[in-house]
């Protein structure tokens, strides 16, 4: 059974990068089927995609998160990260990693079907 | 990008009875095969997102008969047939047909 699991610090100071991580069991991030996503719930609102990064080592993010966000796959290919940099308190939320699937290329990615697994998700603070 | 709005916000339901949530979005998501590019996600109480449909009317694997989707172009409905306590949570819509996927606002299903 494939699961997600997101971990990171709970606090980022602002101006600096959060950095979180999410663990994929049970399956590989190279294994040519899905995509990976990042999407985040700011406190009583709704969902926001981020980005997300394809089987073939491409990556895909919202045009305003663009310039911070930066997703990529570790060599064990298991775990896939977000760095998003400069932050706000805007940037304070629980943050969601959720496999997908869709029609990406190297060009692009045109549409993201629907996230069939999502992780628990984990709660960022950025505060002082 | 896409804007997803729905409505009702809140939805208090009697067990048993049914429940409908509408969906509209500001482009069509009718795809040239045809298919409608909309999901319904559900967020149970300090649970994560999970897919209920996808394609605006396929139910995801495990999810009960008694939920059905419906709709194509700019108008989609989520229905429940006959809600149970267990349904409680934030509905939420996407569009599918381009990226960046957006969501809409939200639907609060509460039990009378």
């Known amino acids: 059974q494939v699961q997600l699991q997101e971990s990171g610090p709970g606090l980022v100071r602002p101006s600096e990068t959060l950095s979180l991580i999410c663990t994929v069991s049970?399956?590989?991030?190279?294994?040519?089927?899905?995509?990976w996503g990042w999407i985040r719930q700011p406190p009583g609102k709704g969902l926001e995609w981020i980005g997300s990064l394809s089987y073939f080592g491409s990556t895909y993010y919202t045009a305003s998160l663009k310039s911070r966000a930066i997703i990529s796959v570790d060599t064990s290919k298991t775990q896939f990260s977000l760095n998003l940099g400069s932050v706000t308190a805007a940037d304070t939320g629980v943050y969601y990693c959720?496999?997908?699937?869709?029609?990406?290329?190297?060009?692009?990615?045109?549409?993201?079907?629907?996230?069939?697994?999502w992780g628990r998700g984990t709660r960022v603070t950025v505060s002082s | 990008d896409i804007v997803m709005t729905q409505s009702p916000l809140s939805l208090p339901v009697t067990p048993g009875e049914p429940a409908s949530i509408s969906c509209r979005s500001s482009q069509s998501l009718l795809h040239g095969n045809g298919y409608n590019y909309l999901d319904w996600y559900l967020q149970k109480p300090g649970q994560s997102p999970h897919l209920l449909i996808s394609?605006?009317?396929n139910r995801a694997s495990g999810v009960p008969d008694r939920f059905s989707g419906s709709g194509s172009d700019t108008d989609f409905t989520l229905k429940i047939s006959r809600v149970e306590a267990e349904d409680v949570g934030v509905y939420y819509c996407m569009q599918a047909l381009q990226t960046p996927p957006t969501f809409g606002q939200g639907t609060r299903l509460e039990i009378k």
């Open positions: 394609f605006a009317s």
């Open positions: 049970g399956d590989s991030i190279s294994s040519g089927t899905y995509y």
């Open positions: 959720a496999r997908h699937t869709g029609y990406c290329d190297t060009a692009g990615c045109y549409n993201i079907w629907y996230f069939d697994l």
